[in-house]
């Protein structure tokens, strides 16, 4: 059974940075490779993507309103994902939350939710202006 949690959330004023944290354990049958991304969920919105890195660490992609802003990185010798998050603004406030794509390509980046199977609980990120 695999188990994302996320953590680093908190409350903000815009400019400053935080640093979210997503750890995997567990595992899903025999694939021990996966891609992982980070998505938020604002209020009355839908889910969207953020970002996401690909197993190795070397693909990247990025939603156009955090390019430049934003980035993630992991360590898979911790089994640990983050999200470093920098000039946050009012608009980045939401629930951000972990997922891993452990059925498809371990070395494709999708922005869909539905090609994402395992997700964590969310941590609450609020940017005050």
């Known amino acids: 059974q695999v188990q994302l949690v996320e953590s680093g959330g908190g409350l903000v004023q815009a400019g400053d940075s935080l640093r979210l944290s997503c750890v995997v354990s567990g595992r899903a049958f025999s694939n021990d490779k996966y891609a992982m991304g980070w998505f938020r969920q604002a209020p009355g919105k839908e889910r969207e993507f953020v970002a996401g890195?690909?197993?190795?660490?070397?693909?990247?992609d990025y939603a156009d309103s955090v390019k430049d802003r934003f980035a993630i990185s992991r360590d898979n010798a911790k089994n640990t994902v983050y999200l470093q998050m920098n000039s946050l603004k009012p608009e980045d406030t939401a629930v951000y939350s972990c997922a891993q794509s452990w059925q498809r390509s371990p070395w494709i980046v999708s922005k869909r939710p539905d090609d994402y199977d395992s997700w964590g609980q969310g941590t609450q990120v609020t940017v005050s202006s």
């Open positions: 890195v690909s197993w190795s660490g070397t693909i990247f």
